[in-house]
Nanobody
Framework: QVQLVESGGGLVQPGGSLRLSCATS????????MNWVRQAPGKELEWVSS????????YYADSVKGRFTMSKDNHKNTLHLQISSLKSEDTAVYYC????????????RGQGTQVTVSS
């Protein structure tokens, strides 16, 4: 059974940082492209970042490039997203997904973790 469990979200002031994590099981994580996507209130799911199976290639949406860093620990089957210089428009539920790179479509998705940026 595939499981993706996100954690690390919370309330943060503009300019602050958070580190999101996604613990996975039930599939061969070390062979999978993984993504982070997000959904802001009233908006569609938005692709944020992707990382290749080996964790050596990353892609980022223009809206987060230079502020977000995605990483992959194939020994612990865990995904991370370091998010910095947060803006109010980053407020959303963040999901880790297994799917094709640079896509908001997915094969599997976790339950999400809420990130709220507010003063």
């Amino acid at each position: 059974q595939v499981q993706l469990v996100e954690s690390g979200g919370g309330l943060v002031q503009p300019g602050g940082s958070l580190r999101l994590s996604c613990a996975t099981s039930g599939f061969t994580f070390s062979r999978a492209w993984m993504n982070w996507v997000r959904q802001a209130p009233g908006k569609e799911l938005e692709w944020v970042s992707s990382i290749n199976a080996g964790g050596t290639i990353t892609y980022y949406a223009d809206s987060v490039k230079g502020r977000f860093t995605m990483s992959k620990d194939n020994h612990k089957n865990t995904l991370h997203l370091q998010i910095s210089s947060l803006k109010s428009e980053d407020t959303a539920v963040y999901y880790c997904t297994k799917g094709l790179p640079r896509s908001s479509e997915y094969e599997y998705r976790g339950q999400g973790t809420q990130v709220t940026v507010s003063s």
